[in-house]
């Protein structure tokens, strides 16, 4: 239990240096499509919580390396588009609260997304390679 405390406070700090180091928020950019990484990671954490935290939507912004708003608003649509359906339309009716999800537990979902890609990157290379022979 202690060295899950150590570890998520060495992760904190972690992102903290780097937000320090890099900057946060960075001037206006255009409009990107989102990589498959970073979807799948933003799904993974809907589903756990519709409404995650401030320093949770941060560590997210750090880690896809996306705008805080980006991550804002990317939450709000898509709570709004599970909202139009009548099935969804109940659920909405109590407005749960904000989670706070711990660095470790990001850093999870994140480096799943990451394997995940890696290995459809593989298979799509073999594919080419076989049509090439």
């Not at 937000?19 to 589903?47: A, C, D, M, P, W």
């Not at 919580?49 to 941060?58: D, L």
Request: with cysteine; charged share 25%; hydrophobic share 35%.
């Amino acid at each position: 239990m202690n060295n899950i405390f150590e570890e998520e406070l060495k992760i904190q700090a972690a992102l903290g240096l780097c937000l320090l180091k890099n900057g946060f928020e960075s001037s206006h950019t255009k409009r990107k499509q989102k990589s498959k990484i970073q979807t799948f990671t933003l799904s993974e954490v809907y589903n756990i919580t519709m409404y995650p935290s401030y320093q949770t939507k941060i560590d997210l912004a750090f880690m896809l390396n996306l705008n805080l708003k980006t991550i804002t608003v990317w939450f709000q649509n898509k709570r709004q588009s599970e909202k139009i359906s009548p099935v969804n339309e109940y659920l909405y009716h109590k407005k749960a609260p904000k989670h706070d999800l711990s660095p470790i537990l990001l850093f999870t979902i994140y480096c799943k997304a990451r394997r995940m890609s890696n290995v459809q990157n593989l298979v799509v290379k073999k594919k080419r390679k076989n049509k090439i022979k």
